[in-house]
Structure formats: structure tokens, C-alpha cells
């Protein structure tokens, strides 16, 4: 009986079981204390979760720019091939070198998420291609010239990949890209103005 009695002075039942406790009434500073300890929490969280994705972020594009760059590497090994193929002399245009075997998914960017087109159809084709190719380049054409390039659209305007006539890849700022088209378009003027 004097259990009984101390259980029901503690707010609990005779029986054994005990009440739930209550939580003290929280003044409005301890309120306005929690809010702001819980915002913190959550930006320290949003920060540490931003920071993360721009780095995979950073890793995906290094990914990208790496398989365009092979991407690149590959379409110089076509055009030399087609080059030795068919009497020095260099394709027309890129759906020439896939009429003879290339794939067509080395003219596309990982990037930009284009489609690899159902068929070999030269429409078809050409509205899924992500590299521009300057054509009238010839063995001739000294080998810093660009032969290819992908527009810097492709990466974030600030970095685009490049075959020269050389067949050396490599890579460059957005900002540059303009400058060294534009040598390569000089020298075809000049090559068919005949004074080269």
C-alpha cells in the first residue's frame, strides 16, 4: 500500500505503470534559441551538400572533356587513314568518314546529351554531330592549323577540345576559339586565292 501511495504522489498508477513525463513549458527565448541552432544545422548541411555536388559536378565535366579529347584523338586516326587511303587527299567532310566504317558516336560529345543518330543517313547525321570540321585542309597545310574543333557550347563555354592538321589533339580556353578558326580560314582564303 505504501508503493501504491508513492507511485500516485510521482503522478503514477497504483498498477505499476508509470505516466508519461511531461516536458517543461519552454519559455519564447528557448524557442527562438532552438529555431536558430536548427537553421544553422540546416545551412552547415546545405553548404557541405553544395560543395560536394560542384565537385562531382567538376569530375563529370573533367570526364567529358577527356572522352571528347579521344573522341578527337580517334577522328585524326580516321583521317589519316582515309587520307592514305585515298591519294593524300583529306574527306570532304565527316560523313565521309563514316561512309568508310568510322563510328558515328566519335563526332558526338558526351556533354551535351546528342543522340547517336538510328542510321547512316547524311540528314540524319548531321544535326547529331557536335564537332565542326574545316575542310580544304590538305597535306600541304602547315600542321598547327585546326582541322576540327568542337564548339565550346559543349563545356560550359569555357573549354573546347581541337585536332589540328597535324593530327595532334589538344585543348584550349572558349576565348581562344574564334582567333584559331580563324587562322585556319585565312590560310583557305589565301589557298584559294592562289597564293599559297
Not at 63 to 83: D, F, K, W
Not at 86 to 112: E, H, I, M, R
Request: aromatic share 10%; proline share 5%.
Amino acid at each position: 500500500m505504501q508503493k501504491g501511495r508513492e507511485m500516485e504522489e510521482r503522478g503514477g498508477e497504483a498498477g505499476g505503470a508509470s505516466a508519461v513525463p511531461q516536458a517543461p513549458e519552454m519559455s519564447v527565448t528557448g524557442w527562438v534559441v532552438r529555431l536558430i541552432l536548427w537553421m544553422s544545422l540546416g545551412f552547415i548541411i546545405g553548404v557541405l551538400i553544395s560543395g560536394f555536388l560542384g565537385r562531382h559536378g567538376h569530375s563529370r565535366e573533367t570526364a567529358y572533356r577527356a572522352v571528347c579529347g579521344a573522341h578527337l584523338h580517334g577522328i585524326g586516326q580516321a583521317v589519316a587513314l582515309y587520307n592514305a587511303e585515298n591519294d593524300d587527299s583529306f574527306p570532304p567532310d565527316f560523313y565521309a568518314l563514316v561512309q568508310s566504317g568510322q563510328p558515328a558516336d566519335l563526332f558526338l560529345c558526351p556533354g551535351t546529351g546528342t543522340l547517336e543518330p538510328e542510321t547512316n543517313e547524311r540528314a540524319e547525321f548531321e544535326t547529331h554531330c557536335d564537332r565542326v570540321y574545316v575542310a580544304g585542309l590538305d597535306g600541304d597545310s602547315p600542321g598547327a592549323l585546326i582541322m576540327l574543333y568542337e564548339l565550346p557550347v559543349n563545356h560550359s563555354q569555357e573549354y573546347f577540345n581541337y585536332l589540328r592538321r597535324d593530327y595532334s589533339t589538344t585543348n584550349a580556353g572558349g576565348h581562344w576559339i574564334h582567333e584559331m578558326v580563324q587562322k585556319s580560314n585565312d590560310y583557305l582564303s589565301e589557298k584559294r586565292r592562289g597564293q599559297r
